[in-house]
């Protein structure tokens, strides 16, 4: 069962604003930790992680794989939805039921309710790795918020404004956290600082984030 003092700004009881229609909903994943982790390594025995090539030529330090209808991936071409992943020709993994429902009540919690994600990209941090500042645009929904969910070791996650070049508030992700963002705060910048090793006791030197989006 939830409990709202799981996963409340543990002075005022209500998840934590970020911006006029963004919150952190602290250990908000925790009661279903016991079903990501084997959801996700199921995810990615199908379709393991890997690095992929930015635009700009860049490998990306993150290594990432998606489940659900559409997975996001990038090349030399550009970014972009697809149906399938471009390793193995196959449709993505489907999303996990556990997924969506975390999704959902999430998305509901945060004030966007009927939430229905048809994305979900993961992403895999080792130590070191990083996500700089950028925007989730390559959604056709802009209407729907991103679910954002941490696992693992913590990490300094930047959310700044709609330049780039806007200062960012500094937010530490822990184990368990979700950041639910949308409306007007939907298309800003935002990015993750290199990870420092701080091994997690369930998840040794990693990070795993795992955001939603309704892409189609
Ligand atoms: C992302 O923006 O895709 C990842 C954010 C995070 O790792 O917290
Ligand atoms: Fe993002």
Same mark, same amino acid.
């Given at each position: 069962?939830?409990?709202?003092?799981?996963?409340?700004?543990?002075?005022?009881? $209500?998840?934590?604003?970020?911006?006029?229609?963004?919150?952190?909903?602290?250990?908000?994943?925790? =009661?279903?930790? %016991?079903?990501?982790?084997?959801?996700?390594? +199921?995810? !990615?025995?199908?379709?393991? /992680?890997?690095?992929?090539?930015? =635009?700009?030529?860049?490998?990306? +330090?993150?290594?990432?794989?998606?489940?659900?209808?559409?997975?996001?991936? *990038?090349?030399?071409?550009?970014?972009?939805? !697809?149906? *399938? %992943?471009?390793?193995?020709?196959?449709?993505?993994?489907?999303?996990?039921?556990? /997924? !969506?429902?975390?999704?959902?009540?999430?998305?509901?919690?945060?004030?966007?309710?009927? /939430?229905?994600?048809?994305?979900?990209?993961?992403?895999?941090?080792?130590?070191?790795?990083?996500?700089?500042?950028? $925007?989730?645009?390559?959604?056709?929904?802009?209407?729907?918020?991103?679910? !954002?969910?941490?696992?693992?070791?913590?990490?300094? /996650?930047?959310?700044?404004?709609? $330049?780039? +070049?806007?200062?960012?508030?500094?937010?530490?992700?822990?184990?368990?956290?979700?950041?639910?963002?949308?409306?007007? %705060?939907?298309?800003?910048?935002?990015?993750?600082?290199?990870?420092?090793?701080?091994?997690?006791?369930?998840?040794? +030197? $990693?990070?795993?984030?795992?955001?939603?989006?309704?892409?189609?």
């Amino acid at each position: 069962m939830q409990t709202l003092d799981l996963f409340s700004d543990p002075i005022s009881g $209500q998840p934590e604003p970020m911006g006029p229609r963004a919150f952190l909903l602290r250990g908000f994943a925790l =009661p279903r930790v %016991d079903e990501l982790l084997p959801a996700i390594g +199921s995810v !990615s025995e199908a379709a393991p /992680f890997r690095h992929m090539v930015t =635009p700009g030529g860049f490998t990306m +330090s993150v290594a990432l794989t998606n489940c659900g209808t559409l997975g996001w991936t *990038t090349d030399r071409h550009g970014y972009r939805y !697809s149906r *399938t %992943d471009p390793a193995s020709g196959l449709p993505w993994p489907a999303m996990p039921e556990v /997924f !969506s429902a975390l999704a959902r009540e999430a998305a509901d919690a945060a004030g966007f309710p009927r /939430f229905e994600p048809d994305a979900c990209l993961i992403n895999r941090y080792l130590p070191g790795a990083r996500m700089s500042l950028h $925007q989730d645009k390559n959604e056709r929904d802009l209407d729907a918020p991103i679910v !954002s969910v941490s696992l693992g070791m913590p990490a300094i /996650f930047l959310f700044g404004g709609h $330049q780039r +070049s806007d200062k960012a508030a500094r937010l530490e992700l822990h184990h368990g956290d979700i950041a639910v963002w949308g409306g007007p %705060d939907r298309l800003r910048y935002h990015g993750v600082l290199p990870l420092a090793e701080v091994p997690h006791p369930v998840l040794g +030197s $990693q990070r795993i984030n795992f955001t939603f989006r309704k892409a189609g």
